[in-house]
């Protein structure tokens, strides 16, 4: 997915203003609450998918392989702290 949205709009991002693209990306991540407040099912869907192509474009902006990044953080093994899946973390 990375890749795809790096093809479609890197070249698009990198000559506009860095925080307009953050911006652009809190304006998404607003849309998508309001989506999720009202319980609408296919504003959902499209909510979803603008905010991972804004957070996908602001990591090919700053040079981040987020698929890297997530399994470095969330492990394929079990969670980070107490190595289960699910999780059985007491601390929250």
């Known amino acids: 997915m990375q ?10 991002d990198q000559n506009r203003p860095l925080i307009q693209n953050i911006l652009k990306f809190i304006e998404e991540i607003g849309e998508l609450a309001e ?21 996908l474009s602001l990591a090919n902006l700053y040079n981040v392989n987020i698929e890297k990044a997530f399994y470095d953080k969330y492990p394929r093994e079990g969670c980070s702290k107490c190595g289960k899946t699910p999780c059985r973390c007491t601390d929250f």
């Open 35 to 55: 989506a999720l407040l009202k319980n609408e099912k296919t504003k959902l869907e499209e909510e979803f998918a603008d905010v991972l192509a804004w957070l």
């Open 3 to 12: 890749e795809h949205i790096k093809q479609l709009y890197l070249q698009r």
